[in-house]
């Protein structure tokens, strides 16, 4: 099957700082990216969405300026959480979904565990 | 609009018994997609079934299986001969379209622990 790949897997950054979290789709081509934020225990919560080439829709209550969200190509979205604080602490996951033969299909990459010192 | 009710937060079966995830779903798609997906401790999100709206049958995948009731509105999973490494989170998931994209929508969890 479809390969999503997120790097890095875990980073530790201190308030203030800005991390950049990439996201690969490795052997399809994803139209429309998802990144998603979960808290331990909780369930998947929707960011954003992007498709490749436009900006990306945000759900409500999430800043735009704050989690910056970049999908330049069919294989790579970037999430750059800019100016992070200790609430930011997260695991992030994002998921590719395009046509894959006749079908359209979603595939979620291993997530990135970010802690905010 | 699509939501997932899971309305267990935690579930515990012995190992070879089967065990039933419950999920329902309120959605005003005229066609949909369910889901349940697997997340171990290690994070990652490990797709496991998928349920059309009009599918005539009830999905199968191997020990997993999907109690597809589209008049109550409900997906439930079926894992039968449960094994250890059967422990994690379980999400349900609908997917409908939204501007021309399939953007899913999760539920709660169930955190299922399977016990020798």
């Known amino acids: 099957g479809a390969v999503v790949s997120q790097h890095p897997s875990w980073v530790i950054c201190k308030s203030g700082t800005s991390v950049k979290i990439e996201c690969r789709s490795l052997d399809f081509q994803a139209t429309t990216m998802f990144w998603y934020r979960q808290f331990p225990k909780q369930s998947l919560m929707l960011m954003a969405t992007?498709?490749?080439?436009?900006?990306?829709?945000?759900e409500q209550g999430v800043e735009k300026d704050k989690f910056l969200i970049n999908h330049a190509s069919l294989t790579l979205s970037t999430l750059t959480v800019t100016s992070a604080h200790p609430e930011d602490s997260s695991f992030y996951i994002c998921?590719?979904?395009?046509?894959?033969?006749?079908?359209?299909?979603?595939?979620f990459g291993p997530g990135t565990r970010l802690t905010v010192t | 609009a699509q939501k997932i009710t899971q309305t267990q937060p935690g579930m515990f079966v012995q190992e070879k018994e089967a065990v039933t995830l419950d999920c329902t779903y309120d959605?005003?798609?005229?066609?949909?997609?369910l889901f349940w997906y697997k997340q171990p401790s290690s994070g990652e999100m490990i797709f496991l079934i998928y349920q059309g709206s009009y599918d005539q049958q009830n999905a199968t995948e191997g020990r997993y299986s999907l109690n597809f009731q589209k008049a109550r509105k409900s997906a439930n999973l079926v894992i039968s001969a449960s094994q250890l490494g059967d422990s994690a989170m379980y999400f349900c998931a609908s997917k409908g379209a939204s501007g021309g994209s399939y953007i899913p929508t999760f539920g709660r969890g169930t955190s299922l622990i399977v016990h020798p």
């Open positions: 998921s590719a979904g395009g046509k894959r033969g006749p079908s359209y299909e979603q595939y």
């Open positions: 959605t005003s798609d005229p066609s949909y997609g």
């Open positions: 992007s498709n490749e080439g436009s900006k990306a829709t945000y």
